[in-house]
Every structure is written in C-alpha cells, then in structure tokens.
C-alpha cells in the first residue's frame, strides 16, 4: 500500500510504500516534544516528492538519526539513521500520513530517554 503525507505547509511532500501495522512512541528529548508517532521502513521504501532540497536537518546526542523539518512551518515528516541490522531506515511521521487512522494502530512505548 502506498502513503502519502507531507509537512502542514506542503513543501515537502513524501509517498511510503508498505503496511503500517504498529507505531513508536518514544520519550527521547526530540520526540517527546515533536509528539511523533513513528513508523519504520526500509529508506527505499521513502520516496521525497517534494521539497528534499528545503528540507533542514537537526541531530543530537549521538547524531546518528537525522531528524529532517520543513523550515517553513517546523513540521517533521520523516527522520533518516541505520537500522540495528546496518541498514539504511526512515523513521516516518504518521501523523503526517494522510488517511491513517492513528487510533486503530498499536502504540509501543520506547525509552528513548534512557539512551
């Protein structure tokens, strides 16, 4: 199934190829503030259709995740790191996803303020 999604102003727009069967919660200073839901996928499942240049990026702590925002309106659509098996992940928003019911989906809760 494909998804699309995009920032709130629609200057980055994103289409995700996959099944979203669960969502992350985590507690992390980053995403405890931007109250993301996140679902993973292999990166070349992620497709930027929109706005890749204007996207801005912002790391911390260990900078392995590259948390990518629209600069126009501050929105998160999607994040970009490396899987626990080396390969290349994107971390998507899904509340940036249109059509998703997010409250038909199982949250799992992660400690990502432990790290």
């Not at 992350?24 to 980053?30: A, F, G, I, Q, T």
């Not at 392995?64 to 629209?70: A, M």
């Amino acid at each position: 199934m494909k998804h699309s999604g995009s920032c709130h102003c629609g200057k980055v727009a994103i289409e995700v190829e996959g099944q979203i069967d669960s969502v992350l919660s985590c507690n992390c200073s980053m995403c405890q503030r931007k109250g993301a839901l996140l679902w993973f996928v292999p990166r070349e499942r992620l497709q930027v259709i929109r706005g890749e240049g204007e996207l801005a990026t912002y790391t911390f702590n260990r900078h392995v995740i590259r948390h990518h925002f629209c600069p126009t309106c501050g929105i998160h659509p999607f994040g970009e790191g490396t899987g626990p098996d080396g390969a290349a992940m994107a971390a998507i928003n899904a509340r940036c996803l249109e059509g998703v019911e997010l409250d038909t989906l199982p949250i799992h809760h992660y400690d990502g303020r432990s790290l």
